[in-house]
């Protein structure tokens, strides 16, 4: 029921009301903990809703990301800075020859049902994480054996020298999960995981973390909604509740966050960007660790004449990586040489690469192809980071013509892309990558000419070993050996020599535009958590 009084009958203004007001004032603000003295709203995010899974040990997009690290922790983590710092564990130790992990883990921590994490949970989490064999599994691939002495101590021993281990533990995959919760649910840790686990749906609906959120409800293509952890053993979150809406455009994510049904939009591009005017609206633009690059297969069906070593150099001093910056997001964003992320250990410091016609002309005309040849060139149709793949490649196409080299472009749907370029290969295509954990590895891991890359099985390795770099071998085995200033130089090395295989050609990295409304903050981009929620607050 509500009462209408006048201004000369309002209660308020009597002396005995507004010393009873301020009695329950400080009674109200002193008797509530801080974090809950706050906006209870719940914190709306819009974003396309990348899941593939809501089982930590198979989730594997941007949006799970955020996801994982909000209802699970890993025993490290990275703070702003990217400087690795206890989460889970209070203190480690690492052998001389980086084989050897002994984590002391924090004895109040425990799960969102109360219990305790311990050391079994941990070996659990690994054990099941490796053998799962999903996509994520490669974090822990380097595991020979997991030891737990006490409830509080893991001792980890890897195949081989890992001095990036630790960097891959701050992945929100390795976050620890509730064994004893998650195995009577269906899930499975033996060798026999791949096959036999069957928890896959239960977490669409469960979560078995320590995390500062527990999964509330999750509605496919519509919402995923977290709900504070009544239990959380450590800083309680700024929000009570988080939700993230599923919103795939751009301009609608910017029209909810101008309307304010959305607090934060979560991919907004720069030219999207420059379109809001409400003075409500907070935005800014961040260097990014993602890139998209050029990659030329030495190894595909399709090549019409041999992609050599020269050609790829042709190719490559005939792109006007500069126009490209400006064309595609407007100088928002960085030119990269090395596919390694400015930022990561050895990715910085490149020199621009040239741009030069009559020298990629002159390397032509040596291998008799002054009058040119045609690519053939397939990629995948779609707009990632505020690049549309079409007109970047339109943009490629022209640099390239002015050299006598003609694509014939061919955009697919992902899914067609992926099965040709794992099939017969494509001689030139365009792609993107974001970072799976800070550290460097992961990149010769994936674009390096060594044994078992992907890009060098695309680049037919199988065929021609040649193709292959025994010097980037060697630097990839010592770098993870070492530790420290001389491990950066050598990743730095290792960039140098993916830059003259000439294979993957980066080319841009675009900025990250952080978009939310004014009273919401903490909003920040993270190495490794994409966006930390517990952070955000109103």
Known sequence: MISIVSRSQNPRNSALWKVAAAALLATSVLGAPAVYAQDNRPIVIARNLDFNSLDPHRAFCDTCQIYNSSVYESLVTLDAENK???????????????TKFTFHLEPGAKFSDGSPVEAKDVKWTWERLKNIKDSPSFLVGSISSIETPDEHTVVVTTTSPNSEFLNALAAPNTGIVNSEVAAAAGAVAGPDASTTDNAEPWFLKNSAGSGPFVLASYEPNAEIRFKRNENYWGKAPASNEIVIRQVKDAVAQAQMLESGTADIAAQIDPDTAKTIKNPDVTISSVPSYNFIYLALSPGAKANKVPLTLELREAISLGLDREAILDFTIGGEGQLISAPIPIGFPGGSGFPNQPYDVAKAKEILAK?????????????PNMNVYGVDL?????????DLSKINVSLDLQPVPFTTWRERINGD??????????????????YIEYFGMVPDSPWARRAGVAKDPAQLNAKLQEIYKKALASSGDDAVKLWHEA????????????????NLILAHRSDVKGVRYSACCNLPLAEISR
Request: no cysteine; hydrophobic share 50%; glycine share 8%.
């Open 495 to 510: 960039g140098g020599e993916m830059i003259d295989d000439r294979v993957i050609l980066p080319l841009i990295s675009p």
């Open 367 to 379: 291998a008799n192809l002054a009058e040119g040849l045609t690519l053939e060139a397939t990629y």
């Open 84 to 98: 690795l710092i206890p989460l889970l564990a209070k203190t480690w130790e690492i052998n001389a020859d980086q």
């Open 390 to 398: 079409t007109l970047l490649m339109q943009k490629i196409q022209q």
């Open 425 to 442: 290969g494509i001689p030139a295509t365009a792609l993107f990558f974001a970072p799976d954990y800070f550290g460097t590895a992961q």
